[in-house]
């Protein structure tokens, strides 16, 4: 092969690395870990059983019945990312942003939600009015931050909406929340006999090839 040949075959396999390389972009990501782990949820349970943290590159599904608590555990760990301020999508795509956020300042605030939602008299209604323009002042100290309630979306939508905000925020790495997954349109277009558990799955295997190549964390 000519030089021009043997430049452009080094360019097209360019992701094809030896030990050599493989070793010492390891090491580089190792020396990171000098003062602990790189990622982490900040919640026991998920730090408990998920020794790695929500690193990039990957994901991970909570699954329960209806009913059982899934959004409510997600917005927890929302309100911590929020906090400790950790880059965040949230795509919430079963609950509006209403709804969600009268749960959120419920447990930014540790009010009862049906004050919010229904104050009882207008004590309890200022008293909520106030609360919430103080944690508003607070919240918006935060740009590393995004909401959608899209019920619509497609995978490709969130990519393109992924993307938008790494480049807001001048990082690659960040923590996607879908909820719920299954009402991406992805995940629920069946077509051409495949069953719904395959068309799943292969949603599924494209949402983790999105978060390795773009560097995010997925929490389905």
């Not at 602990?36 to 349970?45: A, E, P, R």
């Not at 942003?97 to 939602?117: N, Y």
């Not at 629920?188 to 978060?211: D, T």
Request: charged share 25%; proline share 3%.
């Amino acid at each position: 092969y000519d030089s021009e040949e043997k430049a452009l075959m080094e360019e097209q396999h360019s992701g094809v690395m030896n030990l050599d390389t493989w070793s010492a972009e390891y090491i580089e990501e190792f020396k990171k870990r000098q003062n602990g782990k790189l990622y982490s949820f900040n919640d026991k349970i998920l730090d408990d059983i998920i020794t790695t943290g929500p690193e990039p590159g990957c994901g991970g599904l909570i699954c329960a019945s209806s009913g059982m608590g899934k959004s409510s555990y997600c917005l927890n760990l929302i309100n911590n990312f929020i906090n400790l301020q950790v880059p965040c999508m949230y795509f919430s795509l079963e609950m509006g942003k209403i709804d969600t956020f009268d749960r959120l300042i419920a447990i930014r605030e540790q009010v009862p939600f049906k004050d919010l939602v229904n104050p009882s008299d207008p004590n309890v209604y200022q008293t909520m009015l106030g609360l919430i323009n103080n944690e508003r002042q607070e919240l918006i100290k935060n740009n590393k931050f995004r909401f959608c309630e899209d019920p619509s979306l497609t995978l490709n939508d969130i990519r393109s909406y992924i993307k938008k905000f790494q480049s807001d925020i001048g990082q690659r790495y960040c923590i996607v929340v879908l909820d719920l997954v299954t009402m991406v349109k992805d995940f629920a277009s069946v077509a051409n006999g495949v069953s719904l558990a395959n068309q799943m799955e292969f949603a599924i295997n494209k949402l983790n090839a999105m978060a390795k190549e773009l560097g995010f964390h997925y929490i389905g």
